[in-house]
Every structure is written in structure tokens, then in C-alpha cells.
């Protein structure tokens, strides 16, 4: 009878604590993503992953931001690239990538060609997301210079 009751007992905590964990509805959202260089479709070099990006070259930031209590993603959520440079703050809106013809691609995109008046050296940024029930979340990249966008010659 005490085996039974510690089990049951043991059984009934458990399902209270994963039920306030599936009751959860103000976590932070994930977010996660890379920089790739966006020349087009079929270009060489086309979503091939970088940091390092001369003047003029096209910077794209993939982007997700999902529940992490269902792990999935809400396509009416907002996500905003933040960059830091030569003392500017610019804010560069990301739209939603997946398409009735690629539904595999569910995550967000944005383009950013680096001006011709960028000064060489690290570009910072961090990508901010909010979803329609008003959840947040954000991505920063490793706080190291070599994890950051790197403007060269």
C-alpha cells in the first residue's frame, strides 16, 4: 500500500508540473538564425554561409522565432534585424520566407547590401522578434568579434 501510494503520489506531481509547463503562454519566444550571402537564385555562392562581406555584397539573415512550448513558429509574427555600425543604428524588417510552392522554407529573410561608405570592421546586430500575442524574444550572436558580421576589402 505505501509502494502505491508514493507512486501515485509521485504520478500526481508530475502531472501537475507538466501542466503548468503546457499552461505556459508568456515564454519568450526562440529565436535563431545565420547570415548567408543572398546574391539570388542560381548565382554562385547564393546562401552559402559568411561572416566576412565586402562593400556592396549582399548580406541575408535566415531567421525562426518558435514557441518553445509547442516548437512551432506563427507566420504573422514580426522579426527586425538590428545593426550597429560606423556609429549609425539601422533597422532592416525581415518577411516571411515559406511559400505555398516551398513550404519547407519557414523562417524569415532579409537583405542588406553593405553601403559603399561602410567603414571595414564589425558590423553588430541582433535580430528581435514579437508575435501576435505579444510575445518577444531575441538572437545575439556570441559576443566575440569573430562571430560578428566582418566588413574587408
Known amino acids: 500500500m505505501k509502494k502505491l501510494c508514493a507512486v501515485v503520489g509521485a504520478l500526481l506531481v508530475a502531472a501537475l508540473a507538466s501542466a503548468s509547463v503546457a499552461g505556459q503562454t508568456n515564454a519568450k519566444l526562440v529565436v535563431y538564425g545565420d547570415l548567408v550571402y543572398f546574391f539570388g537564385p542560381g548565382k554562385p555562392l547564393n546562401c552559402t554561409m559568411s561572416?566576412?562581406?565586402?562593400?556592396?555584397?549582399?548580406?541575408g539573415f535566415r531567421a525562426a522565432a518558435v514557441d518553445p512550448a509547442t516548437g512551432k513558429r506563427d507566420r504573422a509574427s514580426q522579426l527586425v534585424v538590428h545593426l550597429s555600425y560606423g556609429g549609425r543604428t539601422m533597422d532592416v524588417p525581415m518577411r516571411d520566407r515559406q511559400t505555398e510552392q516551398q513550404p519547407e522554407r519557414d523562417f524569415w529573410v532579409a537583405k542588406w547590401v553593405v553601403p559603399d561608405?561602410?567603414?571595414?570592421?564589425?558590423?553588430k546586430y541582433t535580430i528581435a522578434a514579437r508575435d501576435p500575442q505579444g510575445r518577444t524574444g531575441e538572437f545575439k550572436?556570441?559576443?566575440?568579434?569573430?562571430?560578428?558580421?566582418?566588413?574587408?576589402e
Open 51 to 59: 561572416n566576412r562581406f565586402k562593400r556592396g555584397e549582399p548580406v
Open 117 to 123: 561608405d561602410a567603414p571595414m570592421g564589425v558590423v
Open 141 to 152: 550572436p556570441f559576443d566575440v568579434l569573430a562571430s560578428q558580421i566582418t566588413i574587408v
